[in-house]
């Protein structure tokens, strides 16, 4: 089991920025991937990338557009989530995950068995 903790969320103005941070205790040694989600009021949770624990390879889905990048701090059991050009389609609670499972590379949910309390992040206009 692993406990996630995100932060770094808040209130920005359009064409800002923000990190999220996701620090994980516990038995960290069995992760594997490391992802990031964010959920919008009424709207599916959705996959914004992935961080290989011990490589540092990341994957994204499309939608970012390169706006968001993936980074982590293995010896501070720590990742980032930099977030440049926040627009407010962009306003939602963001999570991490922890998953032990190559196929959470891509994004299934269900590959990931341990989630932050999630972080908001709220874009205005």
């Known amino acids: 089991q692993v406990h996630l903790v995100e932060s770094g969320g808040g209130l920005v103005q359009a064409g800002g920025d923000l990190r999220l941070s996701c620090v994980a205790s516990?038995?960290?040694?069995?992760?594997?991937?490391m992802g990031w989600f964010r959920q919008a009021p009424g709207m599916e949770r959705e996959w914004i990338g992935a961080?290989?624990?011990?490589?540092?390879?990341?994957n994204y889905a499309e939608f970012p557009e390169g706006r968001f990048i993936i980074s982590k701090e293995i010896f501070k059991d720590t990742v980032y989530l930099q977030m440049n050009d926040l627009q407010p389609e962009d306003t939602a609670l963001y999570y991490c995950?922890?998953?032990?499972?190559?196929?959470?590379?891509?994004?299934?949910?269900?590959?990931?068995?341990?989630w932050g309390q999630g972080t908001q992040v709220t874009v205005s206009s």
């Open positions: 995950a922890r998953s032990k499972l190559s196929s959470a590379w891509y994004g299934t949910s269900s590959s990931y068995d341990s």
């Open positions: 516990g038995d960290t040694f069995s992760t594997v991937i």
């Open positions: 961080i290989a624990w011990t490589s540092g390879s990341t």
